[in-house]
């Protein structure tokens, strides 16, 4: 039963952190050692389904979209074979997340990294201290499904 | 004891289920998960909001923001501004930078896949300025970056750094051989 009240009180606290004008006091957290690997992803167009299912948004069909998208400062993820996605802050000593040429290089390509994970309001972050590996790209899923989207290739005979 | 710290708690939630497409003008997507949301935030350099690891000026354009939400304390990823043109919002959240604002676009939502708080940022504005700001301020930085890249058609048809990336390792990023057979295929 103590148990109990004390869980009801933390979430009463809790929630009472949360009510109008009282924003809960985040500070930065530890985050968690991890290894992961993946592919780096544009994660607007995996998220918003804006150009169809998320198998046709990944991999070489989509591998020009991904860059428009990374130079275009769409947060970059890295996805994980389980389907879970952790937006890229940094990689390295490149803090930079908005169109990072690092980021650009790597579009598409599947990797393990280093890194320390954080998780804030269902979103997962990772901070990459080290990309361990990098295959390239290992989806090549363009021979099954063109290129996504369709007019990623201009039609050289135009 | 029990009975009351129930009652207190579910009367304290209202955040959590607050709805905040009212009063919302975001322009429909159609995608398949949108929900307008128009809501008042702080604007925040995320890695310096979960790491610690703070710049000035939210990194100067160089990170990605969030919007802190007012009412519940979330922390909201915008992965989009308003363009459709493969732009994200950074640019035009930066100038916002530790401001209190007040957003309008879509939120994407999806229970069954666990998506939640990531956002298409469509206007913003300070709270209490009468004037809202469209987020299509991507190009005409891209523009100012890139004045030789001067042309005809689409940014991403022109980027520098995109066109390069293309000559090297093709369409496909598989190298050019592969990307010759594969477009004589596919354009015969």
């Known amino acids: 039963m103590t148990g109990l009240r004390n869980t009801l009180m933390g979430f009463f606290m809790a929630a009472l952190s949360v009510g109008e004008g009282m924003l809960p006091a985040y500070a930065a957290q530890d985050g968690e050692k991890i290894t992961v690997s993946g592919e780096f992803i544009d994660t607007w167009c995996y998220f918003s389904g804006v150009m169809g299912s998320q198998d046709a948004v990944v991999g070489s069909a989509h591998h020009t979209c991904a860059m428009w998208c990374s130079a275009g400062g769409i947060p970059v993820g890295i996805l994980t074979e389980d389907g879970t996605v952790y937006m890229v802050l940094k990689v390295g000593e490149d803090a930079t997340s908005n169109g990072s040429d690092n980021l650009l290089s790597m579009a598409s390509d599947t990797v393990t990294a280093d890194g320390t994970f954080y998780a804030r309001d269902g979103i997962n972050y990772i901070v990459v201290s080290k990309i361990v590996q990098n295959d390239g790209i290992t989806r090549l899923n363009h021979e099954d499904l063109g290129v996504v989207p369709d007019f990623a290739i201009q039609n050289p005979n135009k | ?188």
Request: aromatic share 8%.
């Open chain 2, 1 to 188: 004891m029990i009975r009351t710290l129930v009652a207190l708690a579910l009367m304290s939630l209202p955040a959590a289920a607050q709805d905040f497409s009212a009063n919302s003008e975001a322009k429909s997507w159609n995608l398949y998960a949108e929900q307008p949301a128009r809501f008042e935030a702080k604007v925040i350099d995320t890695l310096c909001d979960l790491t610690g690891e703070c710049a000035a000026d939210c990194g100067g354009g160089a990170h990605q923001l969030g919007l802190l939400r007012k009412a519940d304390g979330v922390l909201v990823l915008p992965l989009k501004n308003g363009q459709p043109v493969f732009s994200g919002a950074a640019n035009d959240l930066q100038p916002f930078c530790g401001k209190e604002v007040e957003v309008d676009g879509l939120m994407l939502v999806d229970a069954d896949v666990g998506l939640n708080h990531v956002y298409q940022l469509q206007k913003i504005r300070v709270v209490g300025d009468a004037d809202w700001t469209k987020a299509n301020q991507w190009t005409k930085d891209w523009a100012a970056k890139n004045p030789d890249a001067a042309g005809d058609g689409p940014w991403f048809r022109r980027d520098p750094r995109i066109n390069a990336m293309i000559v090297e390792k093709g369409y496909l990023g598989l190298g050019l051989d592969v990307d010759a057979a594969f477009i004589k295929e596919l354009f015969p």
